[in-house]
């Protein structure tokens, strides 16, 4: 069973980096047609797609986020990571990692899920 655990920090000063990694177990994020995806939740907006990074590696980020986000992974650990840069308070939010073996649509169907993590964006 394809589990996901997000990590990171909680408390992000505005204008640093936001970063956080999903912890992938139970399945390789390099199996093919799979694709893991940052999603944010707060009040104001609901559920916001981030972006992907597919199994070959290849990146697309929502237009929302274009500018501003890095979707990275590291094989070797099965772990992706996202940074989310020039942060703002508008930027609080639950972060979820989550993955999806339906194939490549952006954002695609999720069906695995992290249990989200709080990020708050505060001096």
């Known amino acids: 069973q394809v589990q996901l655990q997000e990590s990171g920090p909680g408390l992000v000063k505005p204008s640093q980096t936001l970063s956080l990694t999903c912890t992938v177990s139970g399945g390789s994020i390099t199996t093919t047609y799979y694709s893991w995806s940052w999603i944010r939740q707060s009040p104001g907006k609901g559920l916001e797609w981030m972006g992907i990074?597919?199994?070959?590696?290849?990146?697309f980020y929502s237009p929302s986020f274009k500018n501003r986000t890095s979707i990275s992974r590291d094989t070797s650990k099965n772990q992706f990571s996202l940074q989310l840069s020039s942060v703002t308070p508008e930027d609080t939010a639950v972060y979820y990692c989550?993955?999806?073996?339906?194939?490549?649509?952006?954002?695609?169907?999720?069906?695995?899920w992290g249990q989200g993590t709080q990020v708050t964006v505060s001096s």
């Open positions: 990074i597919a199994y070959d590696g290849s990146n």
């Open positions: 989550a993955g999806s073996y339906r194939g490549l649509y952006y954002p695609p169907p999720q069906d695995y």
